[in-house]
T-cell receptor, first 110, second 113 residues
Framework: GQQVQQSPASLVLQEGENAELQCNFS?????MQWFYQRPGGSLVSLFY???GTKHSGRLTSTTVIKERRSSLHISSSQTTDSGTYLC????????????FGQGTKLSIKP | DAAVTQKPRYLIKMKGQEAEMKCIPE?????VFWYQQKQSKELKFLIY????????QIDMVKERFSAVCPSSSLCSLGIRTCEAEDSALYLC???????????FGSGTRLLVI
């Protein structure tokens, strides 16, 4: 089965609403990362968050290892937040590969 | 602009043809990764280089792809005989040794017809 599950698969919100994206994993991990994938395909790193809570502007990432979950919260969403958000786990320290979820496609309506 | 450069951005090949795409990792990064992403699917790990040596790769790469990093500033991923199922976005990523700070390129979008 898939080691990283993201939910919801898609989310449509009105501008100004908050967004909550979830990532659940079924295996042990060394780190959890969140990326934003631009429409053209390139990835932008949002958070490297092996555990705990991290903030960056309107974004907050929380990883709870013992519950095997991570979340990305976007407050006061803007139309420019629209796109695909990916979570990825790294199973061991510097083991190289990231295991990605299928992503959450976020659409923010004006 | 991404610090990892990938070329070309788009590639169209006929079935049976050979394809090659290149990646210039971020300066100073010693680890290079290739991922494949098919339409609306998750990124799939293909191969991982550390200091130009391949350390991990999936069976498909061993069987049908050719991947090398002839220098610390250039890597390439090739497909010996393209198949329709190879149509995908190929993303290259690099990171410093001992560090999980990954930088991704903009990708090469391959279409096999």
């Amino acid at each position: 089965g898939q080691q990283v599950q993201q939910s919801p698969a898609s989310l449509v919100l009105q501008e100004g609403e908050n967004a909550e994206l979830q990532c659940n994993f079924s295996t042990s991990l060394n780190s959890m990362q969140w990326f934003y994938q631009r429409p053209g395909g390139s990835l932008v790193s949002l958070f490297y968050n092996p555990s705990g809570t991290k903030h960056s502007g309107r974004l907050t990432s929380t990883t709870v290892i013992k519950e095997r979950r991570s979340s990305l919260h976007i407050s006061s969403s803007q139309t420019t937040d629209s796109g695909t958000y990916l979570c990825a786990l790294e199973r061991g320290y510097n083991q190289g590969k990231l295991i990605f979820g299928q992503g959450t496609k976020l659409s923010i309506k004006p | 602009d991404a610090a990892v450069t990938q070329k070309p951005r788009y590639l169209i090949k006929m079935k049976g043809q050979e394809a090659e795409m290149k990646c210039i990792p971020e300066k100073g990064h010693t680890a290079v990764f290739w991922y494949q992403q098919k339409q609306s699917k998750e990124l799939k790990f293909l191969i991982y280089f550390q200091n130009q040596q391949p350390l991990d790769q999936i069976d498909m790469v061993k069987e049908r792809f050719s991947a090398v990093c002839p220098s610390s500033s250039l890597c390439s991923l090739g497909i010996r005989t393209c198949e329709a199922e190879d149509s995908a976005l190929y993303l290259c990523s690099s990171s410093p040794q001992g560090n999980s700070d990954y930088t991704f390129g903009s990708g090469t979008r391959l279409l096999v017809i």
